[in-house]
Protein backbone atom coordinates (compact mmCIF):
# COMPACT_ATOMS: atom_id res chain seq x y z
CA UNK A 1 0.00 0.00 0.00
CA UNK A 2 0.97 3.74 -0.43
CA UNK A 3 2.27 6.06 2.33
CA UNK A 4 0.48 8.73 3.06
CA UNK A 5 1.17 12.00 4.81
CA UNK A 6 -0.82 14.69 5.22
CA UNK A 7 -0.16 17.73 6.41
CA UNK A 8 -1.07 19.34 8.93
CA UNK A 9 -2.28 16.80 11.01
CA UNK A 10 -4.03 19.30 12.87
CA UNK A 11 -5.17 22.74 13.27
CA UNK A 12 -7.23 25.31 15.53
CA UNK A 13 -8.18 28.48 12.74
CA UNK A 14 -9.78 31.74 12.84
CA UNK A 15 -13.22 32.19 10.89
CA UNK A 16 -12.84 33.59 7.78
CA UNK A 17 -9.72 32.49 7.16
CA UNK A 18 -8.53 29.83 5.07
CA UNK A 19 -6.02 26.78 5.23
CA UNK A 20 -4.37 24.60 2.69
CA UNK A 21 -3.88 20.66 3.36
CA UNK A 22 -1.25 19.13 1.71
CA UNK A 23 -1.17 15.06 0.61
CA UNK A 24 2.21 13.62 -0.16
CA UNK A 25 2.10 9.89 -1.62
CA UNK A 26 5.44 7.96 -1.64
CA UNK A 27 4.34 7.04 -5.00
CA UNK A 28 2.91 7.95 -8.31
CA UNK A 29 -1.15 7.22 -8.16
CA UNK A 30 -3.83 7.74 -10.79
CA UNK A 31 -6.30 8.37 -8.41
CA UNK A 32 -6.47 10.74 -5.42
CA UNK A 33 -9.53 11.93 -3.88
CA UNK A 34 -10.30 14.57 -0.36
CA UNK A 35 -12.96 12.92 2.12
CA UNK A 36 -14.49 14.70 5.25
CA UNK A 37 -15.74 13.39 8.39
CA UNK A 38 -17.44 15.51 10.41
CA UNK A 39 -17.17 15.33 13.89
CA UNK A 40 -18.84 11.92 15.44
CA UNK A 41 -19.55 10.93 11.75
CA UNK A 42 -18.44 8.98 8.39
CA UNK A 43 -16.63 9.75 5.49
CA UNK A 44 -17.60 12.19 2.69
CA UNK A 45 -16.42 12.53 -0.36
CA UNK A 46 -15.20 16.42 -1.46
CA UNK A 47 -14.30 15.60 -4.47
CA UNK A 48 -11.50 13.89 -6.75
CA UNK A 49 -8.47 15.57 -7.42
CA UNK A 50 -7.35 15.21 -11.25
CA UNK A 51 -4.02 15.40 -12.14
CA UNK A 52 -3.21 18.81 -14.63
CA UNK A 53 -6.62 19.62 -14.57
CA UNK A 54 -9.54 20.86 -12.76
CA UNK A 55 -11.38 18.86 -9.73
CA UNK A 56 -14.64 17.07 -9.65
CA UNK A 57 -16.61 17.93 -7.53
CA UNK A 58 -19.72 15.75 -5.51
CA UNK A 59 -22.75 17.10 -4.72
CA UNK A 60 -22.81 19.89 -2.30
CA UNK A 61 -19.38 20.92 -2.26
CA UNK A 62 -17.96 23.59 -4.93
CA UNK A 63 -14.39 24.88 -5.72
CA UNK A 64 -14.95 28.00 -4.40
CA UNK A 65 -15.01 27.04 -0.86
CA UNK A 66 -13.14 24.18 -1.36
CA UNK A 67 -10.33 24.67 -4.18
CA UNK A 68 -7.93 21.99 -4.78
CA UNK A 69 -4.70 21.34 -6.86
CA UNK A 70 -2.99 18.41 -8.51
CA UNK A 71 0.05 19.40 -9.81
CA UNK A 72 1.91 16.00 -10.43
CA UNK A 73 0.98 12.35 -9.53
CA UNK A 74 2.23 12.37 -6.16
CA UNK A 75 0.66 15.71 -4.53
CA UNK A 76 -2.55 17.41 -3.79
CA UNK A 77 -3.65 20.19 -1.61
CA UNK A 78 -7.57 21.12 -0.32
CA UNK A 79 -8.00 24.32 0.72
CA UNK A 80 -10.85 25.04 3.13
CA UNK A 81 -11.67 28.61 2.08
CA UNK A 82 -13.39 31.54 4.69
CA UNK A 83 -13.76 29.09 7.28
CA UNK A 84 -16.95 28.89 9.89
CA UNK A 85 -17.43 26.02 12.90
CA UNK A 86 -19.41 24.39 10.51
CA UNK A 87 -16.21 23.38 8.77
CA UNK A 88 -14.37 22.04 11.54
CA UNK A 89 -14.06 18.42 10.58
CA UNK A 90 -11.28 15.80 10.12
CA UNK A 91 -10.29 16.49 5.95
CA UNK A 92 -8.37 13.30 4.37
CA UNK A 93 -6.68 12.76 1.50
CA UNK A 94 -7.16 9.41 -0.16
CA UNK A 95 -4.99 7.37 -3.44
CA UNK A 96 -6.33 4.32 -5.17
CA UNK A 97 -3.09 2.83 -7.05
CA UNK A 98 -5.32 1.26 -9.48
CA UNK A 99 -8.63 1.62 -11.30
CA UNK A 100 -11.24 -0.47 -9.41
CA UNK A 101 -9.56 -1.77 -6.62
CA UNK A 102 -9.23 -1.01 -2.73
CA UNK A 103 -8.16 3.04 -1.66
CA UNK A 104 -5.90 4.26 1.47
CA UNK A 105 -6.15 7.02 3.87
CA UNK A 106 -4.01 9.58 4.98
CA UNK A 107 -4.03 10.24 8.74
CA UNK A 108 -6.37 13.63 8.11
CA UNK A 109 -5.85 16.64 9.25
CA UNK A 110 -8.62 17.71 12.53
CA UNK A 111 -9.41 21.18 12.07
CA UNK A 112 -11.34 23.32 14.19
CA UNK A 113 -12.36 26.94 13.47
CA UNK A 114 -13.08 28.96 16.48
CA UNK B 1 -27.22 8.70 -3.55
CA UNK B 2 -26.67 5.53 -2.34
CA UNK B 3 -26.57 4.95 1.47
CA UNK B 4 -25.31 2.10 3.44
CA UNK B 5 -26.89 1.13 5.88
CA UNK B 6 -24.32 -0.44 8.65
CA UNK B 7 -25.26 -1.98 12.37
CA UNK B 8 -24.99 -2.28 14.78
CA UNK B 9 -24.18 1.49 15.34
CA UNK B 10 -22.09 0.35 18.36
CA UNK B 11 -21.07 -2.83 20.56
CA UNK B 12 -19.80 -3.46 24.17
CA UNK B 13 -18.33 -6.58 25.06
CA UNK B 14 -16.24 -8.51 26.88
CA UNK B 15 -12.58 -9.68 25.87
CA UNK B 16 -12.84 -12.81 23.87
CA UNK B 17 -16.16 -12.30 22.41
CA UNK B 18 -16.89 -12.95 19.17
CA UNK B 19 -18.15 -9.65 17.51
CA UNK B 20 -20.17 -9.45 13.92
CA UNK B 21 -21.30 -6.48 11.91
CA UNK B 22 -22.64 -5.78 8.55
CA UNK B 23 -23.93 -3.88 5.87
CA UNK B 24 -26.95 -3.64 3.14
CA UNK B 25 -27.31 -1.51 0.85
CA UNK B 26 -30.25 -0.94 -2.08
CA UNK B 27 -28.07 -0.82 -4.53
CA UNK B 28 -25.24 -3.51 -6.13
CA UNK B 29 -21.37 -2.90 -5.53
CA UNK B 30 -19.16 -5.09 -7.42
CA UNK B 31 -16.62 -4.29 -4.71
CA UNK B 32 -17.12 -4.33 -1.16
CA UNK B 33 -14.23 -2.66 1.75
CA UNK B 34 -13.84 -2.92 5.68
CA UNK B 35 -12.00 -0.49 7.05
CA UNK B 36 -10.77 -0.03 10.97
CA UNK B 37 -10.16 3.72 12.39
CA UNK B 38 -8.72 4.74 15.53
CA UNK B 39 -8.84 7.94 17.75
CA UNK B 40 -6.58 10.26 15.62
CA UNK B 41 -5.81 8.45 12.62
CA UNK B 42 -7.23 7.98 9.24
CA UNK B 43 -9.12 4.73 8.41
CA UNK B 44 -7.15 1.89 7.68
CA UNK B 45 -7.94 -1.12 4.69
CA UNK B 46 -8.92 -4.55 6.73
CA UNK B 47 -9.96 -6.62 4.04
CA UNK B 48 -11.02 -6.17 0.54
CA UNK B 49 -13.87 -8.02 -1.34
CA UNK B 50 -14.61 -8.73 -5.29
CA UNK B 51 -16.27 -11.37 -6.06
CA UNK B 52 -20.35 -12.10 -5.01
CA UNK B 53 -20.30 -14.61 -2.60
CA UNK B 54 -16.47 -14.47 -1.98
CA UNK B 55 -15.48 -15.01 1.94
CA UNK B 56 -12.08 -13.42 2.94
CA UNK B 57 -10.18 -13.88 6.29
CA UNK B 58 -7.22 -11.43 7.60
CA UNK B 59 -5.94 -13.06 10.77
CA UNK B 60 -9.17 -13.19 13.39
CA UNK B 61 -11.42 -11.09 11.27
CA UNK B 62 -13.37 -12.76 8.07
CA UNK B 63 -15.72 -10.63 5.70
CA UNK B 64 -17.94 -11.81 3.28
CA UNK B 65 -18.92 -10.43 0.10
CA UNK B 66 -22.93 -11.31 -0.31
CA UNK B 67 -24.43 -13.36 -3.20
CA UNK B 68 -26.90 -10.56 -3.83
CA UNK B 69 -24.04 -7.76 -3.94
CA UNK B 70 -26.16 -5.49 -1.83
CA UNK B 71 -24.54 -6.66 1.40
CA UNK B 72 -21.52 -7.69 3.61
CA UNK B 73 -20.38 -8.51 6.68
CA UNK B 74 -17.48 -8.71 8.94
CA UNK B 75 -16.83 -10.74 11.89
CA UNK B 76 -13.89 -10.40 14.43
CA UNK B 77 -13.09 -13.66 16.37
CA UNK B 78 -11.67 -13.88 20.02
CA UNK B 79 -11.73 -9.95 20.68
CA UNK B 80 -8.96 -8.45 22.33
CA UNK B 81 -8.36 -5.16 23.18
CA UNK B 82 -7.03 -3.65 20.69
CA UNK B 83 -9.93 -4.23 18.40
CA UNK B 84 -11.02 -1.08 19.93
CA UNK B 85 -12.12 1.46 17.25
CA UNK B 86 -14.98 2.53 14.35
CA UNK B 87 -15.86 -0.09 11.87
CA UNK B 88 -16.59 1.03 8.68
CA UNK B 89 -17.84 -1.01 5.79
CA UNK B 90 -17.47 1.05 1.96
CA UNK B 91 -19.16 0.26 -1.15
CA UNK B 92 -16.76 1.08 -4.23
CA UNK B 93 -18.35 3.21 -7.24
CA UNK B 94 -17.28 4.34 -10.54
CA UNK B 95 -13.84 5.96 -10.39
CA UNK B 96 -12.83 4.61 -7.39
CA UNK B 97 -15.00 6.37 -5.32
CA UNK B 98 -16.22 5.18 -2.17
CA UNK B 99 -19.19 5.38 -0.25
CA UNK B 100 -19.29 4.32 3.66
CA UNK B 101 -21.90 3.19 6.13
CA UNK B 102 -22.24 5.44 9.34
CA UNK B 103 -19.94 2.95 11.25
CA UNK B 104 -19.65 0.38 14.43
CA UNK B 105 -18.01 1.27 17.38
CA UNK B 106 -16.77 -1.37 18.96
CA UNK B 107 -15.87 -1.29 23.01
CA UNK B 108 -14.28 -4.14 24.35
CA UNK B 109 -14.17 -4.76 28.48
CA UNK B 110 -10.78 -6.79 29.76
Known amino acids: SAVISQKPSRDICQRGTSLTIQCQVD?????MFWYRQQPGQSLTLIAT?????????ESGFVIDKFPISRPNLTFSTLTVSNMSPEDSSIYLC???????????FGQGTRLTVV | GQQLNQSPQSMFIQEGEDVSMNCTSS?????WLWYKQEPGEGPVLLIA?????ELTSNGRLTAQFGITRKDSFLNISASIPSDVGIYFC??????????FGAGTILRVKS
Open chain 1, 94 to 104: SVAPRQDTEAF
Open chain 1, 27 to 31: SQVTM
Open chain 1, 49 to 57: ANQGSEATY
Open chain 2, 27 to 31: SIFNT
Open chain 2, 49 to 53: LYKAG
Open chain 2, 90 to 99: AGLLNGNKLV
